[in-house]
Nanobody
Framework: QVQLAESGGGLVQAGGSLRLSCAASGNIFGINAMGWYRQATGQQRELVAAITSGNSTNYASSVEGRFTISRDSFKNTAHLQMSSLKPEDTAVYYC????????????WGRGTQVTVSS
């Protein structure tokens, strides 16, 4: 099993920045991709950003150029630097990790609230 612990959410004014972190623990062997989804109230969960073990990244078009995902493989931690935040970025942000060492398994964090005030 893999456990994911998120941190860094909070309240920020529009135009501000926040940095989310996601630390993986437990049986972390073979974790490939890590990333973030978000879910706003009444909306479907959507992919925000992802990073592979080879540091390939993928971003939602709505955050491209404003958010940067990075990964510290030695610490099995992923970070999401969010800048130029907009009220529409308000959502619960969920970290996920994909493990391929024992078949394909996806693990989720509990989520962290990000609120951007206008």
């Amino acid at each position: 099993q893999v456990q994911l612990a998120e941190s860094g959410g909070g309240l920020v004014q529009a135009g501000g920045s926040l940095r989310l972190s996601c630390a993986a623990s437990g049986n972390i062997f073979g974790i490939n991709a890590m990333g973030w989804y978000r879910q706003a109230t009444g909306q479907q969960r959507e992919l925000v950003a992802a990073i592979t073990s080879g540091n390939s990244t993928n971003y939602a078009s709505s955050v491209e150029g404003r958010f940067t995902i990075s990964r510290d493989s030695f610490k099995n931690t992923a970070h999401l630097q969010m800048s130029s935040l907009k009220p529409e970025d308000t959502a619960v942000y969920y970290c996920y990790a994909v493990q391929t060492a024992y078949g394909l398994k996806t693990y989720w964090g509990r989520g962290t609230q990000v609120t951007v005030s206008s």
